[in-house]
């Protein structure tokens, strides 16, 4: 009985921790490493303070903020 449990125990790991590692590929290669994410992000506030849409002020205190991330 004990080794009938101790089966299912290993079993279920068996498929959960490959599950996890599967999951955080797949989460990371859609999203990016957070050095892309904040690259992407700076490139996306430079285009609207160049275009106008932000002031100097707005763009200079979210620049600082998303490179602090």
């Known amino acids: 009985m004990f080794e009938d ?10 498929f959960i921790i490959p599950g996890i590692f599967i999951l955080r590929w797949l989460l990371n290669r859609s ?12 490139r996306i506030l430079q285009q609207k ?7 100097d ?8 903020e998303l490179r602090e991330e």
């Open 57 to 64: 002020e707005t763009y200079q205190t979210r620049l600082k």
């Open 31 to 42: 999203t990016g490493s957070p050095e892309e994410w904040a690259e992407h992000h700076i």
């Open 5 to 14: 449990q101790m089966i299912k125990v290993a079993t279920g790991l068996a």
């Open 49 to 55: 303070h160049a275009s106008g849409e932000i002031d």
